[in-house]
């Protein structure tokens, strides 16, 4: 069975940092676009980070660009998302996401969701 596991939320003040994980099992997820998204209350669910297929390129929302850093580790099948410089506005639920297109920023492009992992930035 496809797992996507997120863990790593919590609560931190502004300007904080947090770092997110995401371990994949179930599939090669190596082959797959990995992305981090994440939804606010009332708000739809967002793109934030992206690896490719392959991971070979990486791309983020220009709300997080500079702040955000999307990584991976093959050998541990784990994602990361390194949060720095958190502001209030980046509080929400944050679910790591694979699908089978090369750029996965959508969600009408994701296949598989983690459960959620709550961020929340106090100011």
């Known amino acids: 069975q496809v797992q996507l596991v997120e863990s790593g939320g919590g609560s931190v003040q502004a300007g904080g940092s947090l770092r997110l994980s995401c371990v994949a099992s179930?599939?090669?997820?190596?082959?797959?676009?990995m992305g981090w998204f994440r939804q606010a209350p009332g708000k739809e669910r967002e793109g934030v980070a992206t690896l490719s297929t392959g991971g070979s390129s990486t791309y983020y929302a220009d709300s997080v660009k500079a702040r955000f850093t999307i990584s991976k580790d093959n050998t541990m099948n784990t994602v990361y998302l390194e949060m720095n410089s958190l502001k209030p506005e980046d509080t929400g639920m944050y679910y790591c996401?694979?699908?089978?297109?090369?750029?996965?920023?959508?969600?009408?492009?994701?296949?598989?969701w983690g459960q959620g992992t709550q961020v929340t930035v106090s100011s």
């Open positions: 179930g599939f090669r997820y190596s082959e797959y676009c």
């Open positions: 996401a694979s699908g089978d297109v090369w750029v996965c920023d959508r969600v009408s492009q994701i296949n598989f």
